[in-house]
């Protein structure tokens, strides 16, 4: 008929998704949570600092809790997964030598995330769990890799428990940036060797 229009049915396809902003925008929400805390992260600090627009954030995540979680979930491992392992022949050698300027930073970062999160992690188990696994994990599972070499070659006894020993570090440097608040530098990360982890496993301090 003459009178009818017809309607083009065809659906019209938005503007593809860029996966690589994900990316960006994650980065820099760890960037604004480890400088002004959850409570005071913004989604307008994330887009900003991304130059992203906030719907642009919004629609890929639905709240800040969302986008913290993700964030948090997807951080860096730093060097310690790039890196082969030190074997230097010794537990001692080997634990100092993971004490690298790049890795010290790296940690002295991931514990500002952590610092800022606080508030948080108490009511959000999965938060819980994605800290763990970005922040502390890491960290214990090379520990336990040395641990289980020094066990191997029959420098310590098989008897540790390396699941308690890996955690004797992170532990200690959580504490010391988050409560005492007090930089960690290698000096202070020796000490931690020398004065409480090879004293645990009945070693006596040596002079790598």
């Known amino acids: 008929m003459s009178g009818l229009v017809q309607i083009d049915e065809t659906p ?8 690589s902003r994900d990316a960006e925008i994650q980065r820099c929400a760890v960037e604004v949570l480890g400088e ?4 005071g992260m913004t989604i307008e600090m994330v887009a900003a600092r991304a130059k992203a627009g906030k719907a642009t954030v919004y629609r890929r995540w639905a709240s800040k809790e969302d ?13 310690l997964e790039n890196l082969p392992l030190p074997d230097t022949g010794t537990l001692r050698g080997d634990l ?27 009511r959000n ?11 502390v994990e890491p960290r214990a599972k090379i520990n336990r890799v040395l641990f289980q070499r020094a066990i191997d070659r029959g420098e310590i006894a098989p008897e540790c428990d390396l699941d308690t020993l890996s955690m004797i570090s992170p532990s200690m ?10 930089p960690v530098d290698r000096e202070y990360l020796v000490s931690i060797i020398d004065g ?9 301090p040596g002079t790598a």
Not at 12 to 19: E, M, V
Not at 36 to 39: A, F, H, I, L, T
Not at 96 to 122: F, T, Y
Not at 173 to 182: G, H, N, S
């Open 36 to 39: 002004v805390g959850y409570e």
């Open 125 to 135: 188990p999965e938060l819980s769990d994605a800290v763990n696994s970005a922040i």
């Open 196 to 204: 409480v982890i090879l004293p645990a496993v009945g070693l006596r």
């Open 96 to 122: 100092v030598a993971l004490i690298r300027p790049h890795s010290i930073e790296d940690n002295e970062k991931k514990m500002r995330v952590m610092g800022g999160l606080m508030s948080l992690l108490s």
């Open 12 to 19: 019209r396809l938005g503007r593809k998704r860029d996966p």
């Open 173 to 182: 440097v959580a504490y010391r940036t988050l409560i005492v608040k007090k």
């Open 67 to 79: 986008l913290v979680i993700d964030s948090v979930a997807c951080m860096k491992r730093g060097d």
